[in-house]
T-cell receptor, first 112, second 112 residues
Framework: EADIYQTPRYLVIGTGKKITLECSQT?????MYWYQQDPGMELHLIHY???????EKGDLSSESTVSRIRTEHFPLTLESARPSHTSQYLC???????????FGSGTQLSVL | DAKTTQPTSMDCAEGRAANLPCNHS???????VYWYRQIHSQGPQYIIH???NNETNEMASLIITEDRKSSTLILPHATLRDTAVYYC?????????????FGTGTRLTIIP
């Protein structure tokens, strides 16, 4: 049902590299979100967006940045990856009429 | 968002009804109760939501007490595929506070 896509599904990268996690949705949703989740732990909201050119920081402080140039696209960037960034990153979206959150499959990031 | 409290884990025999409780004693009048589940490391999946009336869909039933301080998610005939972490969230439908908190949820294990 959900048309929200995250790439890559898995990423192993060395310390200091710049990475971008992609998230796209084809549902025309205005609101998009990034969550971070460690194994067996809570989901923490790190970024969200109300629409194009809107970005806000969530509850959990993150060194990542996001952009929202197009409605369907909400990429997350880490300028210099560190082992402490190892985690799963989940993208979600929601329309203004339908209150359900739709999640992507997530990106499992490992920084060596 | 109102804080919710759920048991950390539960077991249920395959084929039986799984009843997952949630306490939300500080819920306000405009907050709905939402249930999501997360299977293994996938993105959470919406199950059901309600305000004060009981709700049923193809996945589950939601029973909300008259005082709205607690609710129960019912999976009528649990299967092994229902093994997951279940999250109960209280939030306005317009998500006026965008910092949607999932908490730690209930880890439901379906026993063959």
């Amino acid at each position: 049902e959900a048309d929200i896509y995250q790439t890559p599904r898995y990423l192993v990268i060395g310390t200091g590299k710049k990475i971008t996690l992609e998230c796209s949705q084809t549902m025309g949703h205005d609101k998009m979100y990034w969550y971070q989740q460690d194994p067996g732990m809570e989901l923490h909201l790190i970024h969200y967006s109300y629409g194009v050119n809107s970005t806000e920081k969530g509850d959990l402080s993150s060194e990542s940045t996001v952009s929202r140039i197009r409605t369907e696209h909400f990429p997350l960037t880490l300028e210099s990856a560190r082992p402490s960034h190892t985690s799963q990153y989940l993208c979600a979206s929601r329309g203004t009429v339908n209150e359900k959150l739709f999640f992507g499959s997530g990106t499992q990031l490992s920084v060596l | 968002d109102a804080k919710t409290t759920q048991p950390t884990s539960m077991d249920c025999a395959e084929g039986r009804a799984a009843n997952l409780p949630c306490n939300h004693s500080t819920i306000s009048g405009n907050e709905y109760v939402y249930w999501y589940r997360q299977i293994h490391s996938q993105g959470p999946q919406y199950i059901i939501h309600g305000l004060k009336n009981n709700e049923t869909n193809e996945m589950a039933s939601l029973i909300i007490t008259e005082d709205r301080k607690s609710s129960t998610l019912i999976l009528p005939h649990a299967t092994l595929r229902d093994t997951a972490v279940y999250y109960c969230i209280a939030s306005p439908t317009n998500f006026g506070n965008e910092k949607l908190t999932f908490g730690t949820g209930t880890r439901l294990t379906i026993i063959p």
